[in-house]
């Protein structure tokens, strides 16, 4: 490894990355390392993640929770089962470094919390309304598809997992959990080794489980989203953890303060 080595890494299979990110990497002789969730360019499908991005972008927050609930209220007690809004609020609505209490109550209603069909249909409804544009055209031009993403790896670039679905691999019950992993393999197989490829696990959840199972299909490195510097021979290899964009100058100076922490420390990235 370089004296000073940094790894760069890409999350999702944006268009953005090939149209905007690509040409500076080779401008400056850099690769890159990418990571896209199987669905987006196998199925031209809006991910629930992004569909929740835009929904976000688009509409009020108040507006938004209130619609919500409204949709929660008219599917509770019929087909589906969960606890009061009130009492769901109080156990998930709790803010965190870049969200309020209420984006982050939103974002895990549909992410995890609520059944995953009906947390689609919510999804899809709140999007038709707030987004107003139809969501297989809009996947399209979001995303990168296998032409492009073909001419990132002849560029050079790094090609790894992200999941198919974009799931919170540790939230899925092992049989999907497997599933999910297995079909991203599937679908990127032209463009990973078998025997050693690396995953960048959707909201960098997981768990033991999710390693053990990774470890035994090749992988042989996971990254997470804790925020901080790694340590390599120190650090777990399957819980290798990272500085987020927002991070850096001129977002936040959180940067200098990792940076400050790790000065001195052997086998820093």
């Not at 080595?5 to 999702?12: H, W």
């Not at 390392?33 to 976000?56: C, Q, R, W, Y």
Request: aromatic letters at 14%.
């Amino acid at each position: 490894m370089p004296e000073k080595a940094l790894l760069l890494t890409f999350d999702d299979g944006y268009l953005d990355h090939y149209s905007y990110v690509l040409p500076v990497l080779k401008a400056h002789q850099m690769q890159g390392s990418f990571f896209m969730p199987g669905k987006t360019f196998a199925e031209d499908t809006l991910l629930d993640v992004n569909k929740i991005h835009f929904i976000l972008a688009s509409a009020k927050e108040s507006e938004l929770l209130e619609e919500l609930y409204r949709e929660m209220d008219h599917y509770r007690g019929e087909e589906y089962s969960f606890p009061s809004n009130r009492e769901l609020f109080q156990e998930y609505g709790k803010s965190s470094r870049f969200d309020t209490a209420e984006t982050v109550f939103i974002k895990r209603m549909l992410q995890t919390v609520l059944p995953e069909r009906l947390r689609a249909d919510i999804a899809s409804n709140l999007f038709e309304r707030f987004v107003g544009m139809e969501e297989r055209a809009f996947s399209r031009e979001l995303y990168m598809n296998r032409d492009q993403i073909r001419m990132m790896k002849m560029a050079g670039m790094y090609i790894g997992l992200h999941g198919y679905d974009h799931y919170w691999l540790a939230s899925l019950p092992s049989a999907e959990m497997k599933e999910d992993v297995e079909k991203a393999l599937d679908v990127l197989d032209e463009w990973i080794d078998r025997k050693a490829w690396v995953m960048n696990y959707p909201y960098g959840n997981t768990s033991q489980e999710v390693i053990q199972y990774i470890a035994e299909r090749g992988c042989i490195l996971g990254l997470t989203t804790e925020v901080r510097a790694a340590c390599l021979g120190a650090d777990d290899p399957y819980r290798i953890p990272r500085l987020d964009c927002n991070d850096f100058p001129p977002k936040s100076s959180h940067y200098y303060e990792f940076l400050s922490a790790f000065s001195g420390r052997e086998g820093g990235v």
